[in-house]
């Protein structure tokens, strides 16, 4: 990049000199004409161990110092955003504090909810979780405390490059750091499309902020007006001040602790020191601690330890337990606001990630011999950020639930995983070079049954097969990069794809459906026509969109009095299509049309029954409830939410009970448009439980005094009382932590009603009793078939005992095996299963067949003696081939079928054949 991007004036004004790192090469700025390295690791080490380099603050004091010198310096203070990123379609987390204003404010599309502005951020970021713990400043969970301004060319500015390093020259001697030792580096930043000038602030070797000026863009063209890391970039419409600042890190170099967990983490530090039984390293052994931590910015771990004369013992007994209860401590903080802020752990999205993080935390504590449960030090965590996040304490008894289901699970999915390791690892026994299980099965192990490649290696490794596991040392970090990031696959109907070229010159649709909700009838203009398309200058008719079916109806030429069919209406970028089944309409032509009201009311009311619903689901299973997908129809609607567990009968009723209490109170439904930003402000982020709509402005749908609040262009009723009684069908899982909700609304919910009740009225009628006493007579009925049931096993049991005796009288004899080959009719699988095993117990070779009226069944079973010769798998094969079907099973039992039932008997005489063959062939004798 260009070094006039750096030439700024306050560089100039302050005497600040640009030099070229001796060690990296790098450009810098510097006030020490006699300063030759950039002062980034690893070109120097941290010189702030126990030397600060400023007075002592915590993270409450730093966060506060931040945030009220950019509101004296005319920022507006920002309240934080969810570290679940529920405006974006693209990521999962909040990974920036500039990620709280993209895609949208970004790109220009839409305006900032302030500018210039300030925020203290929390992030989270997975893509370094192996070094968690041991580098002595990585975290998954931090504070990135920024200050924004967005320019616009041709604008009026608000501030750039010059005023961003003088509030950061500033910022700093306010908190009382020499500013003489500050270097500003210059490294172009690049990320998601975007690329622009930066400098990274740091002192003490250590990198304090990151200063980006982001205006570039990616470029279509292969000759972008500048290259950045072999990509293409061109200027962008807006420029962007984008900084970071990191909280944690100002802490660390207010108080020079070894790490910057020490500094961060004290009280949990202490706690899980103590309940691990080890003492802090930092009192045995201080002076080779911070020698060793100075270090850490600039070494790795083994080129530390080789430095300093560190033998492999002491880090293995003293290092590396305190590594990881820094690693737990950072994870439970994380955890806190994963949970907090509605992430359900699960097996897709951000619920992947949260179980990875929570997986990894159990396993460091087994690790550590900690019997303290996890949630107890969430909990800590949570009680040590109060201050700061008093939200955090709201879910506290969902997070102590989900914690300890989680465990459980945790604890089930190891005691299922041996065996399927064990299983696994013989299939790479005796391979050679290729005898070790590769990294993309030990991804699919963990992936596929939540297994640890820890501890596959521990399962593999006690069976001594020689089979190897080499677990790479970024594993962690590559399974959460594969899964931190949803990939944009925009579905687009063919129909609506194919007219995508076709509209682009033509205005967008007035939506009648909005202006008039309650019209069935309008008057209209023909604007265009395609193949059996219809595009008018204004419409009742709702296209398909949000989980709502498309209107139906007609529409009527004005010259005639035909009724042209509308069967599908799509939207495409504003403009509407109708598609008409049985004609076509000329340019220019008036229309009337008519929809088919009943269906838009049905629709209408499964619409707002949706919203109810998720409202009441909200209320009863907490604040995490967040719409995965949803579906409306005439005759019922679904909506899938996230929860962590099944819904229980008693809750289903309650989320029932509280639907109706809101459609009885008869509440207002009111629908307007609103500015993207005042409604994210005024309403949070559950307006986009169904999904994200691009734009400035958003329809906003209420219900009651805002108890539900969505960005919605569904249809909707005007009032709750419109929707009818709700009633809940079913509730269901239909993936790990998602549950489905099916109910219908109005006319079709009473249909489902009276539907139950004609089955309750016809299963008392069979039962001769009144509908209250169904479900004690039941109840009598089913202790009693229990009773015949066992009765009847016995019986069978008797009876099989005296086929077996028959059975043995008829044994034939081949080649000195007692042989037992028999057709039994109506006997059925699982009892010649039994008599077979007790028969091949007494060292018979048995071949019984049931014969039922539409299918045959095998069963074949082998003494142990004769396993080596004759397997009783093959041989049920050979006999199922005659019956048209198949079999198979183990070397001393087996089973199968077929459907020739006139065949048994031939079945089983080439069941004998085969037998007499392989007895003859192997030479066996008396």
């Known amino acids: 990049m260009n070094g006039e991007e750096y030439s700024i004036e306050y560089f100039k004004e302050n005497e600040y000199i640009r030099k070229n790192c001796e060690k990296c090469g790098s450009h810098f700025w510097t006030r020490d004409k006699d300063r030759t390295t950039c002062g980034d690791a690893p070109c120097e080490t941290y010189s702030f161990i126990g030397k600060p380099i400023f007075k002592e603050r915590n993270a409450d004091e730093v966060r506060e110092s931040f945030l009220s010198f950019f509101e004296k310096h005319s ?18 987390l909040n990974i920036a504090s500039i990620a709280d204003f993209q895609p949208f404010v970004t790109s220009g599309k839409v305006p900032p909810p302030a500018n210039p502005l300030v925020i203290s951020q929390p992030c989270i970021r997975l893509e370094d979780l192996e070094s968690i713990g041991k580098t ?48 500003y580096k210059e490294a172009p930043w690049v990320g998601g499309g975007n690329a622009g000038p930066c400098l990274e602030v740091i002192t003490g070797g250590l990198e304090l902020a990151t200063l980006v000026f982001m205006d570039l863009k990616l470029s279509p063209s292969p000759q972008g007006e500048i290259s950045i890391k072999g990509q293409q970039y061109e200027k962008m419409d807006t420029y962007i001040v984008d900084t970071g600042y990191g909280l944690e890190r100002f802490v660390w170099a207010s108080k020079g602790t070894p790490t910057v967990y020490d500094a961060i983490f004290p009280v949990v530090i202490k706690e899980l020191v103590n309940a691990a039984g080890i003492v802090h390293p930092l009192e045995t052994h201080p002076e080779i601690i911070i020698r060793y931590a100075s270090l850490s910015g600039a070494m790795r771990r083994g080129e530390r330890a080789k430095r300093l004369d560190i033998s492999s013992e002491f880090i293995k007994n003293t290092l590396e337990p305190i590594e990881t209860i820094y690693a737990v401590a950072d994870h439970t903080k994380c955890l806190a606001f994963m949970l907090a802020d509605g992430i359900v752990p699960s097996n897709a999205k951000e619920g992947y990630l949260a179980r990875l993080v929570l997986r990894r935390a159990f396993r460091m504590l087994n690790s550590l011999g900690i019997e303290t449960p996890l949630e107890d030090i969430v909990l800590l965590q949570i009680k040590t950020l109060r201050k700061s996040f008093p939200e955090l304490k709201n879910s506290v008894d969902r997070i102590v639930e989900i914690v300890s289901l989680e465990k459980r699970r945790y604890d089930e999915t190891l005691l299922k995983g041996e065996r399927i390791v064990k299983q696994l690892a013989k299939g790479y026994e005796g391979k050679g070079e290729e005898q070790k299980i590769p990294l993309d099965t030990l991804i699919s192990l963990y992936d596929t049954h939540g297994l640890p490649p820890e501890f596959v290696k521990e399962v593999v490794s006690n069976q001594e097969t020689g089979v190897g596991v080499d677990v790479p040392e970024n594993f962690y970090s590559l399974v959460a990069s594969m899964h931190s990031s949803e990939e944009r696959k925009e579905v687009v109907e063919p129909f609506v794809e194919s007219m995508e070229e076709k509209t682009k010159s033509i205005p967008a649709t007035i939506k009648l459906y909005y202006e008039e909700p309650s019209a069935v009838e309008f008057e209209a203009t023909v604007l265009d026509s395609f193949d059996d398309s219809v595009i008018l200058d204004r419409t009742l008719f709702f296209p398909e969109g949000g989980g709502q079916p498309a209107d139906t109806g007609f529409l009527t030429p004005k010259d005639d009095n035909r009724a042209l069919k509308v069967v599908d209406v799509q939207e495409v970028e504003g403009v509407i299509l109708h598609k008409i089944a049985n004609a076509g309409l000329s340019k220019g032509a008036a229309v009337s049309g008519h929809i088919n009201s009943r269906r838009r009311i049905a629709h209408a009311r499964h619409h707002s029954a949706t919203h109810i619903v998720v409202c009441a689901a909200r209320k009863v299973l907490g604040s995490h409830i967040w719409q995965a997908g949803a579906q409306k129809g005439e005759k019922r609607a679904r909506i899938d939410v996230t929860h962590f567990k099944r819904i229980s009968d008693a809750e289903r009723s309650e989320i029932e009970r509280l639907a109706n209490r809101m459609v009885m109170e008869n509440e207002e439904i009111k629908a307007s448009f609103e500015d993207r930003n005042e409604a994210e402000q005024k309403y949070g982020f559950g307006i986009y439980q169904g999904g994200v709509p691009p734009g400035e402005k958003l329809r906003i749908v209420r219900i009651a005094a805002d108890e539900d609040v969505q960005a919605c262009a569904g249809t909707h009723c005007s009032k709750t009382g419109e929707v009818g009684p709700i009633k809940i069908l079913r509730t269901e899982r239909i993936q790990d932590g998602i549950e489905r909700i099916e109910y219908s609304a109005g006319e ?22 009144p509908p209250e006493m169904l479900p004690p007579t039941v109840e009598r009925f089913f202790e009693e078939w229990k009773q015949l049931k066992k009765e009847n096993e016995r019986l069978r049991d008797e009876i099989a005992e005296l086929r077996i005796g028959s059975l043995k009288q008829h044994a034939r004899d081949i080649s000195g095996v007692s042989v037992i080959a028999e057709v039994l009719p109506d006997a059925d699988t699982k009892e010649m299963m039994k008599m077979a095993s007790q028969l091949s117990d007494d060292n018979f070779l048995t071949i019984l067949l049931g014969k039922r009226e539409k299918r045959a069944s095998v069963v074949s079973s082998v003494p142990a003696y004769l396993k080596d010769e004759i397997t009783a798998s093959e041989l049920v094969k050979r006999v199922c081939e005659v019956l048209g079907g198949s079999g198979g099973g183990k070397a001393e039992l087996a089973q199968g079928g077929g459907e020739r039932v006139e065949m048994v008997e031939e079945a089983r005489d080439e069941g004998v054949k085969y037998i007499e063959e392989l007895l003859k062939k192997r030479g066996i004798k008396l």
């Open 75 to 92: 920022h507006t203070r920002m309240k934080r955003y969810p570290v679940v990123a529920r405006w974006r379609d693209d990521i999962y």
């Open 136 to 183: 002595g400043r990585h975290l998954t969970a931090f504070e990135m405390m920024g200050h924004h301004a967005f320019n616009k060319r041709g604008g009026a500015e608000i501030y750039w490059k010059n005023e961003t390093v003088k509030y950061c020259d500033e910022f700093l001697r306010q908190l009382g750091v020499d500013v003489d030792s500050v270097t």
């Open 748 to 769: 079709a919910a009473v249909e489902e009603m009276q539907a139950r009740e004609e089955l309750i009225r016809k299963s008392a009628a069979v039962l001769k009793v």
